[in-house]
């Protein structure tokens, strides 16, 4: 078992930039991978990005460019950099752990908020 924390989200002007947090309870080297998704009102849960230990990456076409995910192991710690937002970015981003990098979560954070305004 793994709990994540979010921070970081907020509103921001279209243009603009946020930095995600992931914090985990435990080590998250023992995850093959991390990974963030997001969930816009009334839509199903997407993925953003996700990042393996071997530090291979994976970006969704709609975000390609603009965000990046990192990791700090020492600090069981996964970020999100998002440049360029744009108000279809609003949502609430969820950070997730995956026990084998080519399969989906299995374990969420409880998610944050984020809103770009125009």
């Known amino acids: 078992q793994v709990r994540m924390v979010e921070s970081g989200g907020g509103l921001v002007q279209a243009g603009g930039s946020l930095r995600l947090f992931c914090v985990a309870s435990?080590?998250?080297?023992?995850?093959?991978?991390m990974g963030w998704y997001r969930q816009a009102p009334g839509k199903q849960r997407e993925l953003d990005a996700t990042?393996?230990?071997?530090?291979?990456?994976n970006y969704a076409d709609s975000v390609k460019g603009r965000v990046t995910i990192s990791r700090d192991n020492a600090k069981n710690t996964v970020y999100l950099q998002m440049n360029s937002l744009k108000p279809e970015d609003t949502a609430v981003y969820y950070c997730?752990?995956?026990?084998?990098?080519?399969?989906?979560?299995?374990?969420w954070g409880q998610g944050t908020q984020v809103t770009v305004s125009s």
């Open positions: 435990r080590t998250i080297f023992c995850f093959n991978a």
């Open positions: 990042l393996t230990t071997g530090g291979s990456t």
């Open positions: 997730t752990a995956h026990v084998k990098s080519d399969h989906g979560p299995d374990y």
